[in-house]
């Protein structure tokens, strides 16, 4: 099944908005063997919407909108296409009244401008939003089918996974567009290319594309056009062989993240966590904590900026003073500090340059070193990260879960230790 | 000046590429007075690129695709428009020796492949690509003109800012769209819309659109196709006449960033600052450290994630048994511990339900209690956010970063205070 998708916005067009609406759509819609062949994107203007709809609905007779169903002036979808099938728009108490005990049950009130999100085209399907105040609306005619939904992305991928997919997954034949990714960390991408380059003629009729962000490379295996079962299977091999030969540079196969990973090591092996943080400023505790059950392995971090911070933790001035705060002494002591002060058994500490002041030759931007402590001792690394204070961070946040990842597989106790 | 914008991909349409392009398009256009009116992503299909060009063409006579100018067999942009407009592709000599000399000079050889990037549809302007191997390319015909950009982003900036801007700028007359930013936090776009709602007619030629983001809602104005120096005037005197209007839930009119500000207020009161997290984990104080020159304002924070850690810092093991993890007293205590043992002038404790998990009837998901402490004493505040455990986390980090920014305002030693 083929359609097209409009997304509505003056601010899109204006490149103050990233289209991320657009990524997530063709994603989801792909994988239920929706095909996307074309997308506009058209400013908050009636006669534009109204033009790129039409288009859209002559070229496959089924459009997907996004955006502009908000209550302010210059949401202006509902009326257009509405205009568009001929149909008069009606108010629905049934959704106003729901909206109302909604907000009134978080004891809010709701605004009488958003009045409007209860208008309806006639006949139209009424897709429910609990996530925000405009409801989906799907209007069929002579036309062809158009789905309205709202641009906020949390509210769009909601409907689209509860509405919009199981009602279209019935028209899509069986066939699907799957992925699987692999994704790796502490490897460049030219060492990985080279690294797998003996599997990939024995990768087809999968594709494999290497994405590389901030955290590593992502390597993702596509399956075009198959039967569900046989491109899970074919995934499924490949991620395998792909990991087999990686080893540990792969901390996952599927979406999962490391922090995620690293929460599972330690929770098996009954290892707790405490992390003790300088340039990275709170993130790895961020990453950490943004896995919902952390708190069963993770006790807690400290940000320690200041040198007065570090040294209440534990770092003894003479350490700071011999060494300076950048330091494989200091990165050693702040781990094996915070290990003991929380009576955690699994630790890091990290301390470093994330510019983009503070550097020197001796001592460049990117800078940072690595403490890992356990039971056994504590282990230090050293590694100069590329890029602005973002990517360094970013980067050095990532290489702190690697290691204590690393370090609690091979504590040897859980499952998944060899 | 008007145009349209065609992105051509598969990759685009499946959505394993966010389509940044676009944006910084937008961007670098508008910024120039030229405005993108229609925005289109299209397979790497002959024919749905040339359809997509010929509409984009009737409407406003100047497409600028980007993608499909690569070597490898997918890559049929330069096919397509070339045929459209009934052009020759001809092969420049020239154009070829020039990339092999370069690649001669960094070592590498070029693949025999690339030599369909030296074609070029007869009478069309080269535009000198030196970050990559496809050169842009510019065709002038009865139906308009094209400019043929390659995907990859650095290589599509560096040619618009160099090769496409100066050219377009020279039609533009001198005139831009600008715009500006009014950030506010604390209060729901429903309930802005009313407080604003008697200046909005005051706005024009400017226009209002409403941003609503996890950290509050965008305000963006912007002035269309006027000179410089009138669109800055008009965009400055908005600005002023809504932050009067909105007071303190204006925290920056530009791209400001709420720690920066926070930061600044601290910097000019020589507040120090100091942190203590449970349900926010670390992203309080990755919010503050992420802003350059933290260092001189921020002394350090505490995820206090168990309940040990907490008691550590000194919150009182009566209080937490009294009053529970997540309660006015133990976020009022945070505050105070950190505060007293960092030796901080200006501190926030934060505890809350971040969910999934953990909520109940009298404290559900989303529940954070704050407490913020200075020389004044302890100040606390009770709010349920919406969303997901990320937009909780998120939503409650904005909120402690607004409480702490008002609370270093009214502390009234420093030049922006009343």
Known sequence: MDLEVVTIGTELLLGFLVDTNAAWLGQALSESGIRVTRRTSVPDDRAAIAEAVALGLRRTRFVITSGGLGPTSDDVTREAVAAL?????????????????????????????????AEVPRGAVVLPNPRGTAPGLWVSGEAGEVVMLPGVPRELSGLVTEEVVPRLRARSGGRVVRSRVVRTT???????????????????PLTVAYLPILEGVDLRLTAW?????????LLLDAAEKLQEVLGEHVYATGEGD?????????RSRRLRLAVAESCTGGLIAARITAIPGSSDVFVGGMVTYADQVKEALGVPARILEAHGAVSEETAAALAA????????????GVTGIAGPGGGSTEKPIGLVWFGVADGRGVETRRHVFPGSRHEVRARATQFALWSLWRRALSSGSGPGSQ
């Open 337 to 348: 500090a915070v290990r003991t002060r929380y009576r955690a058994d699994l630790a890091v």
């Open 225 to 233: 056009d198959l039967p569900p079962d046989n491109a899970d299977r």
């Open 258 to 266: 490391l922090a995620a990973q690293l929460l599972d090591a330690c």
């Open 85 to 117: 099938f001929g149909l008069p728009l009606e108010f629905q108490p049934a959704i106003w009244e729901e909206l109302q005990a909604r907000f009134a049950r978080i004891g809010r009130a709701l605004a009488d401008r958003n009045r409007c999100q």
């Open 186 to 204: 502490g490897i460049p991408e030219s060492r990985l290319a080279e690294r797998i380059a003996h599997l990939e003629p024995t990768l087809p």
